[in-house]
Each structure stands twice: as structure tokens, then as C-alpha cells.
């Protein structure tokens, strides 16, 4: 069985940077496409970012040039920083782990595992 912790979240003001970051056990998952997901109160779950296997990444229009993600296979973890954060950014942030894609997806549906999640609020 494998788990994904997140932690890293917390309450900051816009315009300031948060790194989130995403520790897998039980099992490598160097092979797998690993992403970022958020959810605002309301809202579906959204695509934030993802990375494949060997690091190539694809982000969700609204944070390209703000967030960037890099995974360490070694450390076997995912990061997630976050810079000139937005009020817009608040939710609550999941990793999430795909057995069945090396290249990285936009679609929740692809990942099988998840986190439990980390608040990142941002005040205006």
C-alpha cells in the first residue's frame, strides 16, 4: 500500500511563495506520473500541475510561470513551489500518485492515489 503526506500548506499573503511538498511510502514510485490538485470550498478538484517519470511537466494555465513542480526520485517525493501567490490559490492542495501513466495528466481520474490534503490560504 502506498501513502502520499503532503505538508507545507499555511496561511500567507499574496505576493509571497509557499513549497509544498509530497513524501511517498510503501513502495518507489519513480515510474509513475505524479500532480498537484487543489479544491477551493464549492469548487471540483482541479489540475494544478504534474511531472512524469523523467521530469517533464505540464501546468494549469492560471499558475504557468508562478508554480513549478520537481519530484526527487532518490528521495522519492514531489514539490510543489509556489510563488506571487493569489487570493485565487486558496484551497486545499492534494498529491496524487498515477500506477498506470509515466507521462503526467490533467485528468484526476488517471491518479490512484491520493494525499489527505493541505490547506494553503492566501489573504489579499
Known amino acids: 500500500q502506498v501513502h502520499l503526506v503532503e505538508s507545507g500548506g499555511g496561511y500567507v499573503q499574496a505576493g509571497h511563495s509557499l513549497r509544498l511538498s509530497c513524501a511517498a511510502s510503501g513502495r518507489a514510485v519513480e515510474s509513475w506520473a505524479l500532480g498537484w490538485f487543489r479544491q477551493a470550498p464549492g469548487q471540483e478538484r482541479n489540475f494544478v500541475a504534474g511531472?512524469?517519470?523523467?521530469?517533464?511537466?505540464i501546468y494549469e494555465d492560471s499558475v504557468k510561470g508562478r508554480f513549478t513542480i520537481v519530484r526527487d526520485n532518490a528521495k522519492n517525493t514531489v514539490e510543489l513551489q509556489m510563488n506571487s501567490l493569489k487570493p485565487g490559490d486558496t484551497a486545499v492542495y492534494y498529491c496524487?500518485?498515477?500506477?498506470?501513466?509515466?507521462?503526467?495528466?490533467?485528468?484526476?481520474?488517471?491518479?490512484?492515489?491520493w494525499g489527505q490534503g493541505t490547506q494553503v490560504t492566501v489573504s489579499s
Open positions: 496524487a500518485g498515477a500506477t498506470s501513466f509515466s507521462a503526467p495528466s490533467s485528468d484526476w481520474r488517471n491518479y490512484a492515489y
Open positions: 511531472v512524469s517519470w523523467n521530469g517533464h511537466t
